[in-house]
């Protein structure tokens, strides 16, 4: 099955930078998205970027220009290099796959919606 496990998420101020992980076991679909999601307290859980089997990449609005998405496909790897953090920006942060699904999805659904596998989650307070 389907496994995916982030790590990288920790205190940072804001104004400063964190890369967040995410190894995947396998790759179920040709045809894939992969996507980060947050969820900050008392919030639903919403897309931040998504990546498909295209190359398509999304971004929420509020992140374009200061996060980047991207995969490392030797490596089974998801990541999302997060710059300017801003406290906004804190919460549970997950990663996500799904078969069949566009990039743009990510950033049009809202809780889990759409996506069937997921990562425990990783933590991303940010301090003003």
């Known amino acids: 099955q389907v496994q995916l496990e982030e790590s990288g998420g920790g205190s940072v101020q804001a104004g400063g930078s964190l890369r967040l992980s995410c190894v995947i076991s396998e790759y179920s679909y040709s045809d894939y998205c992969m996507g980060w999601f947050r969820q900050a307290p008392g919030q639903e859980r919403e897309g931040v970027a998504g990546?498909?089997?295209?190359?398509?990449?999304t971004y929420a609005d509020s992140v374009k220009g200061r996060f980047t998405i991207s995969i490392d496909n030797a490596k089974n790897t998801l990541y999302l290099q997060m710059n300017s953090l801003k406290p906004e920006d804190r919460g549970m942060y997950y990663c996500t796959m799904e078969g069949f699904r566009p990039a743009s999805m990510v950033v049009a659904v809202k809780g889990r919606n759409g996506f069937g596998y997921w990562g425990q989650g990783t933590q991303v307070p940010v301090s003003s």
């Open positions: 990546i498909d089997s295209s190359g398509t990449i």
